[in-house]
């Protein structure tokens, strides 16, 4: 595969398992809150982005390229509020979603086509991750200083069954 179409993955793969280490560093601070629903989904959703980084490592492995595993940023804390470690989840996220874009632009210039099959299930991924992101930002948003409100979400937070697996690249 195209040289640049394998460094562009590898970057992917660094930013995927960076998103995991950040929601797991939320996650950890929302325990400590006592916000332990959140805590959970927070924690689904940091092995969730730990998937996508194997699922694009598989792509790579699958390609016969190289995989070049780089060091992961230290994530941001503490957080001010629900509120705010969820605002910046989605922040994240739309970082996220302009580095899936400009991979798939990276793979389509260069007639990767397989790559673009592959991120093509990324760029539905990105939607509904942000969508999802919004839909809880804009709830406590609303909810604001009501702590019964706010135990109300954390529970529903918690209700997350479990983290969606990727469909394998084999
Ligand atoms: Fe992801
Ligand atoms: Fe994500």
Redesign the pocket.
Known sequence: MNQRVVEAINRQINS?LS?SYS?LGMSTWCERQKFVGAARWLRL?SQ??HM?AMKLLDFLLARDCDVQLRAIQAPQSPFASLLDVFERALE??QD?SQQIDSLYETAFNEKAFAAVAELQWFLT??VE?EKTGREIVTKLQRIGNDQPALLEMDRELGSRTGSTPAPATT
């Open positions: 995927e998103a929601y959703q969730e982005e996508h994240q996220e996220v991924e990105q991750e």
